[in-house]
């Protein structure tokens, strides 16, 4: 559900105005008068990037459910669905921060004790 920045510099225009409405984590998005609903794999992302844009600065590709969102440093794509989606699999199996410390910890040795071979 990511896009590659090539591609999507080639491949998504034409961009139109978009609107959109957060209903939960569906998002009504309106383009071109026609108005349906919009799921993405990360809705609080979305959520986020659209909290600091003007309304101007949400486009859409015209025939397709991907959005943009520009805020004032970056810009945001989104590759939507008109399905529901159910979570990232990344975020599901992504171990917690005391997990990951742990492994850290324990592999620090293994790396600061090795001898360069040259």
Known sequence: HHFHYIAIN???HPRVPAQVRVL???FQVTVEGETSFWFTHNPQRLLIAL???KPEN??????RTWLFVKGDYSMDCFNMTNEPLTPCVRELIQPDMEEINKIIAERRPLVIGKKNDN
């Open 10 to 12: 080639s491949a998504s």
């Open 24 to 26: 939960g984590e569906a």
């Open 51 to 53: 909290a600091g844009a």
């Open 58 to 63: 949400i486009m859409a590709t015209k025939g």
